[in-house]
């Protein structure tokens, strides 16, 4: 069955020191109720929003990514509803219906060989939060925390081109790195990037789905509403239009409190904010000023460093990852080496949340782990053990094999020693691995063994070989 | 004509109560000046753009954080732990 | 004259020169306050600091301290516009014991000029109405005759100068909320060009209609009060990129050869006889000056009042929306309640006018009507501006008058909102092209005030203060009632 699905994604621009429209400080998380607020985002009686220039330049960097338009003029709009979240019962946000007001329009995004059109791309401001004591059913009141009212949100809407939830995830994997990338937002901190979707199914109406926590969930909403909409539509009734709510809990989409369709909101132009005139120079300034993005990235890094295709991918998808290669790859010229380090083996210790950034491990100490190995000062299952605990204690792979006393013998009279007691002890062996090929690796393993695995294989291999033929 | 109920409507999104004297005088009171309203309608302006003042990019505020004087929570009377106590959403 | 009603620009002289003593001086109008405030109810609130604040001046008048242009000056402050400490109650319920932590950036710059702040004035709840009749704290009375309105809706300002209970007064004027007072009350009001003088701090009714402006009992006092308020806000988006100058400097170098022209719709039949008979008169005297004089239409005027109540009421419907008693103002228990039901009841404390203005508002801007109504209007505004434009470039100035009816009995129209509506005639093109305009007193009928208003080109405050001060001169009128 044909599916379209379409993408309303909200991004905080976390990387802007205060809020859209006032001087209190971004950056709300982990503070104290109603103490990050001025008497601007609190709305009070007389004050006037005042426009932050650079969330301008960020949005429209965004929009510039993004492959959108830029209207020479923005403006704003009062989206006007009655919520204790918002301070002035009215949002400051952006709107198309009657001109392209916003900061960016008719844009389109590859991902994977696929594309998605960008509809469009607009500033916002963030209300503030809801909180309950106890539960929400049984408490008496809700209790309203003003920090995050006034933050800067960009809206992304995409045309529902998506076919497929599974390219969902791709497209915002792809979305996160490119934010990452411009640093505008950091995706990782709690959120920062939300996700509301929409689906119709068979050319049906169109559902919009709220309240999804996490890009994951963001997938299993649209499954549920796909096979939801396709048992309504076997039941010979037709699709309602309508909003609805992901419920994570009990992991199916319900239908909505409050009526998104029966609102009316009485959209007119923000008249305390003048409309923004651009002129050519931002979008060519900014197109200069612009970091270096995850495609070019992906492909530097496939040039200048030999990576394959994949391996670059996993790198890019993640900014701090691919910084952590950069940095590592500096301090150790077998880039490759070190790559695969990071996406085979380090990967596996990150949290899903905060990457990279949640061990104690810094790309020195890949770096070393990687050169160690490449020079056969210790095996390659033994540098699997010493990551395992530097990954925990921030120790030096070295400090860690010396303690272990993991240091691979390479020393050819250490090893002439140990071999020489291997023949004394398996004499018969020694007889037979003349003729038989496999007995060679029976006197390797002892030789391993009685070093504990830290005889180098290849160099034991050789002089056992030597041995063997000067007895002839 | 605007109705009765379209008034009602109005005072709901509005956000306001209105005892059911308030509603016939205000009734017939919108409308008449709903009515004067329309004289608007008199004239055609295809292609006249609306009134909007506008402003360089580069003279809007700069990203430098100012904090605020004073507790602006004190105007909140209804406060709890520092939250602001707000009717419940049903 | 008694002291009590000189003019700002000589008592600031005096106190300058220590031969009055701002404290003394505050404690005579604080006095008169006392005396007639029963009968004119002018203001709301009064600040118990303002002694202190004169005793202060006079201290650095002593120690031969720099003072500001407005030392030790008592001004009375509309109770729309935020005072730090000091309740602001817009007259209306839903802030009746609202007290700002900031103040206005008028507020600051006047307080840095040395200004004392008498008190809080009355005004119609919210600056919505013409006679300040809709305060919910009682209406302010006429001086010249109590039983008749001020004017509104800052009718408090302009009634604490005309019955000296103020020297300077700070008013707004969405659709000739200066204007009007001034007229009714025979002062002095101007409303400046649009963004000249800063909104921060104001609290909003109409925002790209309003500001704030200076009052007076004369022209150069305007002038003078003006020059400390006027210029660019850093707070205020909708500044004009200017700094303020000195209003006072040139205002005494007359009119001769200025173009001015009679607006003809406003002097029509529907004006009283004689209102348009005392304009009439006026441009005589103006003629006088050697300034000529000639009639002149606009066309546009015509949809003028449809497209300024358009645009008034939309954007109050907004701006009042975050009157619901959940942060500040009317404290009303939210336990218990479910939230629509809370916002309702909270919001039923909003007086009719209030009420009526804020469900047309949400009328005109409900889905479908926008391009019918806002949109139109906002496209009447342009037209109305490209019309301006052509005829400033031939003339200077334009008059007319402030009302077109004199000032009428307290209760006559306050159940006929439309009429009422219609007194602002002659003042909404003003706010609705952004042209600044002056109301001057031109004569007395019957004991009542008739206002002569005076408009120029954007940022002409200059001329306009020089042809009221001209106007003044050949035209003796009182200005405040007998003390």
């Given at each position: 069955?044909?599916v379209?699905i379409?993408?309303?994604?909200?991004?905080?621009?976390?990387?802007?020191?205060?809020?859209?429209?006032?001087?209190?400080?971004?950056?709300?998380?982990?503070?104290?109720?109603?103490?990050?607020?001025?008497?601007?985002?609190?709305?009070?009686?007389?004050?006037?929003?005042?426009?932050?220039?650079?969330?301008?330049?960020?949005?429209?960097?965004?929009?510039?990514?993004?492959?959108?338009?830029?209207?020479?003029?923005?403006?704003?709009?009062?989206?006007?509803?009655?919520?204790?979240?918002?301070?002035?019962?009215?949002?400051?946000?952006?709107?198309?219906?009657?001109?392209?007001?916003?900061?960016?329009?008719?844009?389109?995004?590859?991902?994977?060989?696929?594309?998605?059109?960008?509809?469009?791309?607009?500033?916002?401001?963030?209300?503030?939060?809801?909180?309950?004591?106890?539960s929400m059913e049984?408490?008496?009141?809700?209790?309203?925390?003003?920090?995050?009212?006034?933050?800067?949100?960009?809206?992304?809407?995409?045309?529902?081109?998506?076919?497929?939830p599974?390219?969902v995830?791709?497209?915002?994997?792809?979305?996160?790195?490119?934010?990452?990338?411009?640093?505008?937002?950091?995706?990782?901190?709690?959120?920062?990037?939300r996700c509301d979707v929409n689906v119709s199914l068979?050319?049906g109406r169109k559902v919009e789905i709220k309240n999804i926590g996490s890009f994951s969930e963001a997938e299993k909403a649209i499954i549920f509403e796909m096979s939801r909409q396709k048992s309504v539509g076997m039941k010979?009734m037709?699709v309602k239009s309508e909003t609805r709510h992901w419920d994570d809990a009990r992991r199916v989409t319900i239908q909505s409190r409050v009526k998104e369709?029966?609102?009316?909101?009485?959209?007119?132009?923000?008249?305390?904010?003048?409309?923004?005139?651009?002129?050519?120079?931002?979008?060519?300034?900014?197109?200069?000023?612009?970091?270096?993005?995850?495609?070019?990235?992906?492909?530097?890094?496939?040039?200048?460093?030999?990576?394959?295709?994949?391996?670059?991918?996993?790198?890019?998808?993640?900014?701090?990852?691919?910084?952590?290669?950069?940095?590592?790859?500096?301090?150790?010229?077998?880039?490759?080496?070190?790559?695969?380090?990071?996406?085979?083996?380090?990967?596996?210790?990150?949290?899903?949340?905060?990457?990279?950034?949640?061990?104690?491990?810094?790309?020195?100490?890949?770096?070393?782990?990687?050169?160690?190995?490449?020079?056969?000062?210790?095996?390659?299952?033994?540098?699997?053990?010493?990551?395992?605990?530097?990954?925990?204690?921030?120790?030096?792979?070295?400090?860690?094999?010396?303690?272990?006393?993991?240091?691979?013998?390479?020393?050819?009279?250490?090893?002439?020693?140990?071999?020489?007691?291997?023949?004394?002890?398996?004499?018969?062996?020694?007889?037979?691995?003349?003729?038989?090929?496999?007995?060679?690796?029976?006197?390797?393993?002892?030789?391993?063994?009685?070093?504990?695995?830290?005889?180098?294989?290849?160099?034991?291999?050789?002089?056992?070989?030597?041995?063997?033929?000067?007895?002839? | 004509?605007?109705?009765?109920?379209?008034?009602?409507?109005?005072?709901?999104?509005?956000?306001?109560?209105?005892?059911?004297?308030?509603?016939?005088?205000?009734?017939?009171?919108?409308?008449?000046?709903?009515?004067?309203?329309?004289?608007?309608?008199?004239?055609?302006?295809?292609?006249?753009?609306?009134?909007?003042?506008?402003?360089?990019?580069?003279?809007?505020?700069?990203?430098?954080?100012?904090?605020?004087?004073?507790?602006?929570?004190?105007?909140?009377?209804?406060?709890?732990?520092?939250?602001?106590?707000?009717?419940?959403?049903? | 004259?008694?002291?009590?009603?000189?003019?700002?620009?000589?008592?600031?002289?005096?106190?300058?020169?220590?031969?009055?003593?701002?404290?003394?001086?505050?404690?005579?109008?604080?006095?008169?306050?006392?005396?007639?405030?029963?009968?004119?109810?002018?203001?709301?609130?009064?600040?118990?600091?303002?002694?202190?604040?004169?005793?202060?001046?006079?201290?650095?008048?002593?120690?031969?301290?720099?003072?500001?242009?407005?030392?030790?000056?008592?001004?009375?402050?509309?109770?729309?516009?935020?005072?730090?400490?000091?309740?602001?109650?817009?007259?209306?319920?839903?802030?009746?014991?609202?007290?700002?932590?900031?103040?206005?950036?008028?507020?600051?710059?006047?307080?840095?000029?040395?200004?004392?702040?008498?008190?809080?004035?009355?005004?119609?709840?919210?600056?919505?109405?013409?006679?300040?009749?809709?305060?919910?704290?009682?209406?302010?009375?006429?001086?010249?005759?109590?039983?008749?309105?001020?004017?509104?809706?800052?009718?408090?300002?302009?009634?604490?100068?005309?019955?000296?209970?103020?020297?300077?007064?700070?008013?707004?004027?969405?659709?000739?909320?200066?204007?009007?007072?001034?007229?009714?009350?025979?002062?002095?009001?101007?409303?400046?060009?649009?963004?000249?003088?800063?909104?921060?701090?104001?609290?909003?009714?109409?925002?790209?209609?309003?500001?704030?402006?200076?009052?007076?009992?004369?022209?150069?006092?305007?002038?003078?009060?003006?020059?400390?308020?006027?210029?660019?806000?850093?707070?205020?988006?909708?500044?004009?990129?200017?700094?303020?100058?000195?209003?006072?400097?040139?205002?005494?170098?007359?009119?001769?050869?200025?173009?001015?022209?009679?607006?003809?719709?406003?002097?029509?039949?529907?004006?009283?006889?004689?209102?348009?008979?005392?304009?009439?008169?006026?441009?005589?005297?103006?003629?006088?000056?050697?300034?000529?004089?000639?009639?002149?239409?606009?066309?546009?005027?015509?949809?003028?009042?449809?497209?300024?109540?358009?645009?008034?009421?939309?954007?109050?419907?907004?701006?009042?929306?975050?009157?619901?008693?959940?942060?500040?103002?009317?404290?009303?228990?939210?336990?218990?309640?479910?939230?629509?039901?809370?916002?309702?009841?909270?919001?039923?404390?909003?007086?009719?006018?209030?009420?009526?203005?804020?469900?047309?508002?949400?009328?005109?801007?409900?889905?479908?009507?926008?391009?019918?109504?806002?949109?139109?209007?906002?496209?009447?505004?342009?037209?109305?501006?490209?019309?301006?434009?052509?005829?400033?470039?031939?003339?200077?100035?334009?008059?007319?008058?402030?009302?077109?009816?004199?000032?009428?009995?307290?209760?006559?129209?306050?159940?006929?909102?439309?009429?009422?509506?219609?007194?602002?005639?002659?003042?909404?093109?003003?706010?609705?092209?952004?042209?600044?305009?002056?109301?001057?007193?031109?004569?007395?009928?019957?004991?009542?005030?008739?206002?002569?208003?005076?408009?120029?080109?954007?940022?002409?405050?200059?001329?306009?203060?020089?042809?009221?001060?001209?106007?003044?001169?050949?035209?003796?009128?009182?200005?405040?009632?007998?003390?």
């Amino acid at each position: 069955m044909s599916v379209k699905i379409g993408l309303e994604i909200h991004c905080q621009l976390t990387s802007l020191r205060t809020k859209l429209f006032c001087s209190c400080s971004a950056d709300y998380r982990d503070k104290g109720p109603n103490t990050n607020v001025c008497p601007i985002c609190l709305g009070l009686p007389g004050t006037l929003p005042l426009l932050n220039r650079k969330a301008l330049e960020y949005a429209t960097m965004i929009s510039i990514v993004l492959n959108s338009k830029t209207p020479s003029t923005a403006a704003f709009y009062r989206k006007n509803y009655f919520y204790p979240d918002l301070p002035k019962n009215f949002q400051i946000t952006q709107y198309n219906a009657h001109e392209i007001t916003s900061i960016g329009f008719d844009g389109v995004v590859e991902y994977d060989s696929k594309k998605v059109r960008i509809r469009r791309i607009q500033l916002e401001e963030d209300p503030g939060r809801l909180v309950y004591e106890g539960s929400m059913e049984t408490s008496l009141y809700t209790l309203v925390d003003y920090n995050r009212a006034g933050v800067a949100l960009v809206e992304i809407v995409t045309e529902p081109d998506f076919e497929d939830p599974k390219d969902v995830r791709l497209f915002l994997n792809k979305l996160v790195s490119i934010l990452e990338h411009l640093g505008v937002c950091d995706t990782k901190l709690e959120g920062s990037v939300r996700c509301d979707v929409n689906v119709s199914l068979a050319g049906g109406r169109k559902v919009e789905i709220k309240n999804i926590g996490s890009f994951s969930e963001a997938e299993k909403a649209i499954i549920f509403e796909m096979s939801r909409q396709k048992s309504v539509g076997m039941k010979g009734m037709e699709v309602k239009s309508e909003t609805r709510h992901w419920d994570d809990a009990r992991r199916v989409t319900i239908q909505s409190r409050v009526k998104e369709e029966e609102q009316d909101y009485r959209y007119f132009p923000e008249p305390d904010i003048p409309a923004v005139n651009f002129g050519h120079e931002l979008t060519e300034i900014l197109k200069k000023r612009m970091p270096e993005l995850p495609d070019a990235r992906k492909a530097r890094f496939v040039e200048k460093f030999g990576l394959s295709e994949q391996v670059a991918q996993v790198l890019i998808n993640d900014k701090y990852l691919a910084d952590f290669f950069e940095e590592g790859a500096e301090l150790y010229e077998n880039a490759r080496e070190v790559a695969n380090w990071i996406v085979t083996d380090l990967k596996g210790y990150t949290d899903e949340f905060d990457g990279i950034r949640s061990l104690r491990i810094k790309p020195l100490h890949i770096a070393e782990l990687a050169k160690m190995v490449d020079q056969s000062v210790i095996s390659r299952t033994t540098a699997k053990q010493i990551l395992q605990e530097i990954v925990k204690s921030g120790e030096m792979p070295s400090q860690v094999a010396e303690k272990l006393n993991a240091v691979q013998i390479s020393d050819e009279k250490a090893l002439i020693d140990v071999i020489d007691r291997v023949f004394d002890a398996e004499k018969s062996a020694v007889k037979d691995a003349l003729q038989n090929e496999n007995t060679i690796n029976f006197l390797l393993g002892n030789v391993m063994q009685s070093t504990k695995g830290r005889a180098d294989p290849k160099l034991a291999l050789e002089l056992i070989r030597k041995k063997l033929a000067s007895i002839t | 004509m605007v109705s009765k109920e379209e008034v009602k409507h109005l005072a709901w999104l509005a956000r306001m109560e209105l005892t059911d004297k308030e509603l016939e005088v205000y009734t017939k009171q919108v409308e008449q000046i709903i009515s004067y309203l329309n004289t608007l309608d008199k004239i055609s302006l295809q292609d006249t753009k609306p009134l909007k003042t506008a402003m360089d990019y580069a003279k809007f505020r700069e990203d430098d954080i100012v904090e605020s004087k004073e507790d602006t929570l004190n105007v909140v009377k209804n406060a709890k732990d520092r939250f602001v106590k707000a009717p419940k959403m049903v | 004259m008694d002291p009590i009603t000189l003019g700002a620009n000589e008592l600031a002289t005096q106190i300058k020169n220590g031969s009055v003593s701002a404290e003394g001086y505050v404690a005579k109008i604080l006095d008169r306050i006392k005396k007639v405030e029963n009968s004119i109810h002018s203001y709301i609130s009064l600040n118990d600091r303002a002694v202190d604040e004169a005793r202060r001046i006079d201290k650095m008048v002593k120690n031969g301290e720099r003072m500001g242009r407005l030392a030790g000056v008592p001004i009375a402050v509309k109770d729309n516009i935020c005072t730090r400490g000091l309740r602001t109650t817009c007259a209306s319920k839903m802030l009746e014991d609202y007290v700002p932590p900031y103040n206005a950036t008028v507020i600051d710059r006047l307080q840095q000029e040395g200004a004392i702040i008498l008190g809080k004035a009355n005004l119609d709840e919210f600056a919505m109405g013409s006679t300040t009749e809709f305060s919910s704290f009682g209406p302010t009375r006429n001086p010249w005759d109590v039983n008749r309105v001020p004017g509104g809706s800052s009718g408090g300002s302009a009634a604490s100068l005309a019955a000296a209970e103020a020297t300077l007064a700070l008013g707004s004027d969405t659709g000739g909320s200066i204007r009007c007072p001034a007229s009714f009350c025979s002062v002095v009001g101007l409303k400046p060009t649009y963004g000249l003088v800063s909104r921060f701090g104001l609290v909003s009714f109409a925002n790209s209609l309003e500001l704030i402006g200076p009052m007076g009992r004369s022209a150069s006092d305007v002038a003078l009060m003006l020059s400390c308020i006027a210029g660019r806000d850093s707070m205020d988006h909708t500044t004009l990129d200017v700094d303020s100058m000195d209003y006072t400097a040139k205002i005494k170098q007359g009119i001769k050869g200025v173009k001015i022209g009679i607006v003809k719709e406003m002097i029509s039949d529907d004006v009283d006889d004689v209102v348009a008979k005392s304009v009439h008169e006026a441009a005589n005297k103006l003629e006088s000056l050697d300034a000529s004089i000639e009639e002149i239409s606009i066309n546009s005027l015509q949809y003028a009042l449809a497209s300024y109540y358009t645009i008034a009421m939309a954007e109050v419907s907004s701006n009042l929306a975050r009157y619901d008693g959940v942060r500040y103002g009317l404290h009303m228990n939210p336990e218990g309640f479910a939230w629509n039901a809370y916002y309702t009841k909270a919001r039923s404390n909003f007086g009719s006018e209030v009420k009526r203005r804020i469900m047309i508002g949400t009328y005109v801007l409900s889905s479908g009507y926008y391009g019918k109504y806002y949109l139109k209007a906002q496209q009447i505004r342009t037209l109305m501006r490209q019309e301006l434009a052509g005829i400033f470039k031939k003339l200077d100035l334009l008059i007319a008058p402030t009302m077109p009816v004199m000032p009428f009995k307290i209760g006559e129209k306050i159940d006929e909102p439309l009429k009422m509506y219609m007194a602002d005639i002659d003042t909404v093109i003003a706010n609705l092209t952004g042209i600044p305009a002056i109301s001057v007193p031109c004569t007395f009928k019957d004991n009542l005030p008739i206002g002569l208003q005076i408009m120029g080109n954007h940022l002409s405050e200059e001329l306009l203060l020089r042809a009221a001060y001209a106007f003044e001169q050949v035209n003796d009128v009182k200005k405040v009632v007998e003390v």
